[in-house]
């Protein structure tokens, strides 16, 4: 968990029911996750880290992302089509293009693409 509820009120986030924002919660850190290859396990969060969660989950609650991208549904017969549009993660990706650019844990930028030598495990 990168961030407590009461932390994401504390810097801003507009989210009180709990059961969407442990959802969403979930949700930003696994984007976050893939992003920086995992480099946030079991390390103290940064605040970038703590204010993109911020942005992250109050964006994907605005934008309806929450849901599974459910983009039609239909009750006779049950037919549920999800949506497969990548342009709706790049603002996510932006966000975390901007918030973590340049964040270093470790010795290590979390948004470095190659592998470090102790992570090759």
Do not use: C, H
Request: charge should be negative.
């Amino acid at each position: 968990m990168y961030i407590e509820q009461a932390e994401y009120i504390a810097k801003g986030g507009t989210i009180t029911d709990s059961t969407t924002f442990w959802k969403l919660e979930y949700k930003a850190e696994k984007e976050i996750d893939q992003r920086t290859f995992n480099r946030l396990k079991n390390q103290a969060i940064p605040d970038e880290v703590k204010y993109l969660m911020v942005e992250l989950i109050d964006y994907m609650y605005s934008s309806g992302d929450y849901d599974g991208r459910v983009s039609s549904f239909n009750n006779d017969g049950l037919s549920i089509t999800y949506d497969t549009n990548k342009s709706k993660n790049e603002p996510i990706t932006e966000l975390i293009d901007t918030y973590l650019a340049n964040v270093v844990v470790n010795d290590k930028k979390l948004l470095y693409r190659g592998v470090y030598a102790d992570e090759s495990k």
